[in-house]
């Protein structure tokens, strides 16, 4: 039945260089998640536990301190799926012509984000955000363009 369906259409065949045809990347959006990454770690790190016996005071700083756990998570996630569609989709061995380390730093860069989901730790946050620069630097190159890096916060 199939076969009789495709006999009698027209069917146009359809190329794409990724899972869909959008053509739209940039390194940004993890950028971003990274910067939130980064914020929710200073802040987890920068909140001061109550002190004993204020149960009010206890609920509000668990309260506090797992909605900045949940962020910097979601985030971190955030930013390892913008990372492996940017390695899987866009770049092509092509690519690796003019960097031949591409492999390892996305690979690195993958490896913080799960750092910064496992750990509450600044450096590795700031490690993230350093990788993601210098992935934002490559894919811009691979365009020919100059497209200033910058932060939001």
Not at 10 to 35: L, N, T
Request: aromatic share 8%; charged share 30%; hydrophobic share 40%.
């Amino acid at each position: 039945m199939i076969n009789k369906l495709i006999k009698n259409r027209d069917i146009k065949i359809a190329q794409a260089h990724c899972d869909g045809p959008c053509g739209v990347y940039d390194p940004a959006s993890a950028r971003i998640a990274a910067e939130a990454v980064l914020s929710m770690t200073k802040k987890i790190l920068d909140l001061t536990p109550p002190s004993d016996g204020d149960s009010k005071a206890m609920a509000s700083y668990l309260n506090t301190m797992s909605r900045y756990i949940a962020i910097k998570e979601e985030q971190a996630q955030v930013a390892k799926d913008e990372l492996l569609i940017l390695w899987t989709d866009y770049f092509k061995p092509v690519h690796l012509e003019s960097n031949p380390d591409l492999h390892d730093k996305f690979w690195k860069a993958a490896k913080l984000c799960s750092a910064c989901k496992v750990e509450v730790s600044r450096e590795h946050a700031e490690e993230l955000m350093d990788a993601i620069e210098e992935i934002h630097g490559i894919f811009w190159g691979t365009k020919d363009r100059d497209v200033e890096y910058y932060t939001a916060s």
